[in-house]
């Protein structure tokens, strides 16, 4: 299965397809590229020059990148394409009253990810005004046992997420990161009974988020919504209700539109 290329090194194996190398293109940039460099893509995904620049240009007249006087970035038709995934634009579409209502309420950054693999990418965000400038951005992926909305779709997913992050090791991305299997699993048992998900510092210093989970009809997390702020100044357990409330509200009108 393709993954993102390393941004640190040409992949192992190249894709032999054409597909695959297109893909192995294009998930060459990362968060903060603006723009990449025909050189730089070549050190990245390992393509030969010749190659990517074959690539590139029919990928130009797609309008799927862009070429600049000093790079390339990537293009409009991509976005295009992502807002007509039929999945997120319903759960987007659901879930957009209940986050504005969130936002209004608290002025802190709420999120609403989804699972992609070991990881969670997030589908929308709305910027605090006061708190912590979050890492996250809307398309960004966390690893899935850090982070508030992470823990939530463990807690209520099938057992073979939590399998499969398990087996992919519980990396420390901040001090208070949860690595050992014993201590995540009790925490998932906590939050399956509580119904919220709380983060202490486990994803960055100083920040904290409650979440919760949004349920299909067989009560399967398929979502999570969290509130984010710092430690020092946001209480998820007063906020803890609110958004339980708003994950609530977003899994009924999900589960209406498939009645």
């Known amino acids: 299965m393709p993954t993102a290329a390393d941004p640190d090194g040409?992949?192992?194996?190249?894709?032999?397809?054409?597909?695959?190398r297109v893909l192995t293109l294009l998930t060459?940039?990362?968060?903060?590229?603006?723009?990449?460099?025909?050189?730089?893509?070549?050190?990245?995904?390992?393509?030969?020059?010749?190659?990517a620049h074959r690539l590139?240009?029919?990928?130009d007249g797609w309008d799927v990148?862009?070429?600049?006087?000093?790079?390339i970035r990537l293009g409009m038709r991509l976005f295009e394409l992502g807002q007509l995934v039929p999945r997120q634009r319903g759960l987007l579409e659901a879930a957009a009253p209940f986050l504005t209502d969130l936002f209004e309420a608290?002025?802190?950054t709420v999120h609403l990810a989804v699972p992609d693999g070991v990881e969670v990418v997030y589908v929308q965000k709305l910027d605090g005004r006061r708190g912590p400038r979050v890492p996250s951005r809307v398309g960004g992926r966390m690893p899935m046992h850090c982070t508030g909305v992470g823990k939530a779709l463990l807690a209520f997913g099938p057992s073979e997420r939590l399998a499969a992050v398990l087996d992919a090791g519980l990396t420390r991305i901040a001090p208070r990161t949860i690595i050992t299997p014993?201590?995540?699993?009790?925490?998932?048992?906590?939050?399956?009974?509580?119904?919220?998900?709380?983060?202490?510092?486990?994803?960055?210093?100083?920040?904290?988020?409650?979440?919760?989970?949004?349920?299909?009809?067989?009560?399967?997390?398929?979502?999570a919504i969290s509130i984010t702020g710092w430690v020092n100044r946001l209480d998820?357990?007063?906020?803890?209700?609110?958004?339980?409330?708003?994950?609530?509200?977003?899994?009924?009108?999900?589960?209406?539109r498939r009645d």
């Open 65 to 71: 990148i862009e070429r600049t006087p000093t790079g």
């Open 106 to 108: 608290t002025h802190e």
């Open 236 to 256: 998820p357990d007063r906020l803890a209700p609110a958004v339980r409330t708003a994950a609530l509200g977003v899994s009924r009108v999900l589960r209406g």
């Open 56 to 59: 590139l240009a029919e990928l």
């Open 28 to 51: 060459a940039f990362r968060p903060g590229d603006a723009e990449l460099t025909l050189a730089e893509l070549h050190r990245r995904t390992g393509i030969a020059k010749p190659t």
């Open 10 to 20: 040409p992949r192992n194996v190249l894709p032999q397809s054409v597909v695959g």
């Open 182 to 223: 014993g201590r995540l699993n009790a925490e998932l048992v906590a939050i399956r009974e509580s119904g919220v998900a709380l983060e202490r510092e486990e994803s960055g210093a100083g920040v904290t988020c409650v979440a919760a989970p949004v349920l299909d009809v067989d009560g399967a997390a398929v979502a």
